[in-house]
């Protein structure tokens, strides 16, 4: 298993922040880092979350689900003022996770994902959003998971570049199909063939269409929020004109 630490590449946040309706704010956090203050951070998890962290077969793993957890918490209780302990979560039938708050308090929408140790946490006032990161490495089938879940359009844009280029292509196409998922609640399923995007190095991430409808595609905003060498990350939401800060959560 690779032990190398994720390098992370944004500042830490302002002494003050505020989340205002045209905001997003983007955080990233090295799991094993966060991973020392287990002790503290298993102490605010539900008794669900516990028993969930105790299924993992591997130390490691454990303490990654402990760390994006608490973390989660943390964060969120900042914004919610309250307490990270007392925070009550919801799920949809595919997952899709929200906070449980009191009728008339502020919406908080969030999205969390990780990869290879690595965590990114969204949140926004404005919409729900989705956030994926992945560590860019060699696909094993390249050809054939193109095939079953991209486009012929987004497959031939592969194919067209030189093989040092293949796979950050390929990880751009995938962070921005599953951004926009989870964003819509749908999750992956069989919906990522439909979903459309730009994926060549150096493009704009931009949604194009959905099951060759282009017509979605002026309603979202997708941005690249590439938080360490190495990997890639996508965020999409259905908004415009919208503020986007990307922060490292401090390690204390």
Same mark, same amino acid.
């Given at each position: 298993?690779?032990?190398?630490?994720?390098?992370?590449?944004?500042?830490?946040?302002?002494?003050?922040?505020?989340?205002?309706?045209?905001?997003?704010?983007?955080?990233?956090?090295?799991?094993?880092?966060?991973?020392?203050?287990?002790?503290?951070?298993?102490? !605010?998890?539900?008794?669900?979350?516990?028993?969930?962290?105790?299924?993992?077969?591997?130390?490691?793993?454990?303490?990654?689900? !402990?760390?994006?957890?608490?973390?989660?918490? $943390?964060?969120?209780?900042?914004?919610?003022?309250?307490?990270?302990?007392?925070?009550?979560?919801?799920?949809?039938?595919?997952?899709?996770?929200?906070?449980?708050?009191?009728?008339?308090?502020?919406?908080?929408?969030?999205?969390?994902?990780?990869?290879?140790?690595?965590?990114?946490?969204?949140?926004?006032?404005?919409?729900?959003?989705?956030?994926?990161?992945?560590?860019?490495?060699?696909?094993?089938?390249?050809?054939?998971?193109?095939?079953?879940?991209?486009?012929?359009?987004?497959?031939?844009? !592969?194919?067209?570049?030189?093989?040092?280029?293949?796979?950050?292509?390929?990880?751009?196409?995938?962070?921005?199909?599953?951004?926009?998922?989870?964003?819509?609640?749908?999750?992956?399923?069989?919906?990522?063939?439909?979903?459309?995007?730009?994926?060549?190095?150096?493009?704009?991430?931009?949604?194009?269409? !959905?099951?060759?409808?282009?017509?979605?595609?002026?309603?979202?905003?997708?941005?690249?929020?590439?938080?360490?060498?190495?990997?890639?990350?996508?965020?999409? $939401?259905?908004?415009?004109?919208?503020?986007?800060?990307?922060?490292?959560?401090?390690?204390?």
């Amino acid at each position: 298993m690779d032990s190398v630490v994720p390098k992370l590449s944004w500042p830490p946040p302002p002494p003050e922040f505020d989340l205002g309706e045209s905001d997003i704010h983007v955080w990233s956090a090295s799991l094993d880092s966060l991973a020392g203050s287990a002790t503290r951070l298993v102490s !605010i998890l539900s008794a669900s979350e516990r028993e969930r962290a105790e299924r993992h077969r591997f130390e490691r793993h454990r303490q990654w689900f !402990i760390a994006r957890r608490g973390l989660l918490r $943390i964060l969120l209780g900042r914004y919610l003022d309250n307490a990270p302990s007392e925070l009550a979560f919801a799920y949809t039938a595919r997952g899709k996770p929200s906070v449980t708050q009191h009728p008339g308090a502020r919406v908080l929408h969030f999205n969390l994902s990780d990869s290879a140790g690595l965590a990114l946490v969204a949140v926004t006032r404005s919409a729900p959003l989705g956030v994926d990161v992945e560590r860019i490495e060699p696909v094993r089938d390249m050809d054939g998971v193109a095939a079953r879940f991209f486009s012929a359009r987004e497959k031939a844009t !592969i194919d067209s570049l030189p093989e040092f280029r293949k796979a950050e292509a390929f990880f751009n196409c995938w962070t921005r199909k599953e951004a926009y998922l989870k964003a819509t609640g749908e999750g992956i399923s069989d919906s990522l063939p439909a979903v459309e995007v730009t994926l060549a190095p150096g493009d704009p991430p931009r949604l194009l269409g !959905i099951a060759g409808d282009t017509q979605p595609a002026a309603q979202w905003t997708f941005s690249s929020v590439d938080p360490a060498p190495g990997f890639v990350g996508a965020l999409a $939401i259905r908004a415009r004109g919208l503020k986007l800060s990307c922060w490292q959560w401090p390690v204390t």
